[in-house]
């Protein structure tokens, strides 16, 4: 009889992410864990002491797989800033529970809109938005915050209902939120 195949720390954080893939964070627990990998609860929380630990482990991986999901690769013929949102809103359509995970959740507790737009994984947004519009960085927190929330609304519409998938809407609902911002907010000037 060959030998069990020992469980790893890495093989725990897949099986935990593929969970949240499929069925929502709410499964994270060492159970699900260890069915998945067909072993009992001990190898999980040998790794891994708690289930928190285990669920920000899950949440790092999937911010860094959203955060290569949505930048801009540039082979779509779209102004960067466009691209980024379309592919913010399509992550919420294509992946729901992650999208779940990590915007409604509570994550971001305690903090206000300076805040989420202060935060270090933004700069080279707000840079590239910046210097698309040539404005100041202040300014371009304000244009890409309105722009934000816009595609955040609708891929929250898009990862907790059955609603179709319109690109080509969600592109002109973007086009025009950035020429609003562009114009100072004001939609009829």
Do not use: W
């Not at 994270?28 to 009992?40: K, P, Q, Y």
């Not at 930048?71 to 919420?92: Q, T």
């Amino acid at each position: 009889m060959p030998p069990k195949a020992k469980i790893n720390k890495e093989m725990i954080l897949d099986a935990a992410v593929a969970i949240v893939r499929e069925q929502g964070h709410e499964m994270i627990n060492a159970r699900t864990i260890a069915e998945r990998l067909g072993c009992s609860t001990q190898p999980v929380l040998y790794h891994f002491k708690t289930i928190d630990e285990i669920r920000e482990a899950v949440y790092k991986t999937v911010e860094e797989y959203h955060g290569s999901y949505i930048m801009p690769k540039g082979d779509r013929g779209l102004d960067p800033l466009l691209e980024l949102g379309l592919n913010y809103i399509r992550f919420g359509h294509e992946e729901k529970n992650f999208f779940r995970f990590l915007f409604q959740t509570d994550t971001f507790a305690g903090l206000d809109s300076n805040d989420l737009m202060s935060n270090e994984g933004l700069t080279e947004t707000l840079s590239m938005v910046a210097g698309e519009s040539g404005c100041s960085i202040e300014d371009a927190k304000e244009i890409f915050f309105g722009l934000f929330v816009t595609a955040h609304g609708i891929a929250s519409l898009l990862a907790n209902n059955s609603m179709e998938y319109e690109e080509d809407h969600f592109r002109r609902v973007l086009e025009n939120c950035f020429d609003s911002q562009m114009r100072g907010g004001d939609i009829n000037e």
